[in-house]
């Protein structure tokens, strides 16, 4: 009868092994690629997670933990007691309370974890999958920038995280038995991310790059030689070369047009560009925060406001009438003010902070995973400074349930999760 019963439980435990990694695949797989593909998978891993109140297993959580739970609660609950006080609709508590839903996901992995194997297998096929979906868009509907099932920024940025996570994965695969299949599919599915960015346009993410691939450098950098260093930095600034020199690719028309809008923006000549608008909209969000410093003026008084700031001169009047700042910082500062601004920083530097000390770990997984949230938060450093994207359930999902998979992962990474 004890054999039965410690059967039941060995397959039970194993089922809801499988729930982690078929739901974490599902997020990697899907996100870019389906409508919401993004919420199928958390959906999945929160309903699971109620199962711990039944089972109740010992969660043995620790000053790491508890860092990431900050991180998410304090944005979280900063966020709805700011919108308490403007007296906000009910639609507005949507986005920081999906913050909350990740913390008892980070609980169920913490004793459900999957294996790395489906880990990166989603990421690789949900990298391939969004390259090849960026092709058929700009390719053969003939859009002018490739954008998935939401909007080009996000689509673009989010695409190259993806592309990021497989470089983050080389490690994890240099020590699987199949090692050079796997290095093979990880360089394709990089490939495929960093395609679906350049087609889609989005030149704030390409901004963040250097910092990127800086994280990468500090992750893997003591296993090339000097000179192999010298061939990697002269390939890639010849690959950079070609795709701007290359017409099809846009990224020599996205960044020339760039420098013409900063120059007819400085000069006075014209406003009403891409970035005249962004720059004007900064102005007026920091003009937002300079009155209202503290709390800020919430979501519904931003845009009166900024129309205040538009019938003063002080920017263009079209620009008052995007509902956030295009600057993910921004935006927190005139609606939430210094401490909206604070949780958000937060929320993205606890975990950079955590996921930090173990780039130089000697297990090569352990450092793919840690390289992996490390690059989540400076993406999202990144992406925030010229797009709110926080302002995007696309956004919101994938930083805050990456966030703690990465770190349930650093924490339960052993032989079990290989």
Known sequence: MQASHQSISHNLQEWQRYISEISIFLLGSLVLILPSGYSIGPTILFLSSFYLIIKRPYL????????????????ALTIVII????????????????????????????????RLSWVWSGIIIGSLGTGAFALYQ????????????TQAIQYGNLSLLLGMFCLAGLGWASQRTHRHLWIALILMGALGGFLASLLSGSRGGWVGLPLMLLVLYRAYGDFFT??????????????????????????Q???????????????????TTSVGFRF???KGALQLAYQKPFLGW????????????????????????????????????????????????????????????????????????????????????????????????SGVMMYAFWVVIWAALLRRNNSFTT
């Open 60 to 75: 043995s959580i620790n000053n790491n933990d508890w860092a990431i739970i900050a991180a998410l609660a304090g944005y």
């Open 83 to 114: 919108n308490i006080w403007h007296n906000e609709p009910s639609a507005s508590y949507d986005k920081p309370l999906r913050f909350l839903l990740a913390i008892p996901v980070l609980l169920w992995l913490l004793v459900y974890p999957p």
């Open 138 to 149: 700009k390719g053969f509907l003939s859009i002018d920038r490739a954008h998935g099932h």
């Open 226 to 251: 000097t000179r192999k260093k010298i061939i990697g930095s002269t390939l890639l600034l010849v690959i950079v070369i070609l795709l701007y020199q290359i017409p099809q690719t846009g990224v």
């Open 253 to 271: 028309s996205r960044a020339e047009q760039a420098f013409e809008d900063i120059h007819l923006y400085t000069s006075g000549e014209k406003t």
């Open 280 to 282: 004007d909209m900064w």
């Open 298 to 393: 919430g979501e519904n008084e931003y845009q009166p406001g900024m129309q205040q700031v538009a019938s003063e001169g002080l920017i263009h009047p079209l620009a008052a009438s995007f509902g956030h700042a295009h600057n993910q910082f921004l935006d927190t500062l005139a609606k939430n003010g210094v401490v909206g601004l604070a949780a958000l920083l937060l929320l993205y530097f606890l975990p950079l902070g955590h996921f930090s000390k173990y780039l130089k770990s000697k297990k090569m997984s352990q450092r793919s995973i840690a390289t992996s949230g490390a690059l989540l938060s400076v993406s999202y450093i990144d992406f925030s400074l010229t797009q709110g994207f926080l302002n995007h359930n």
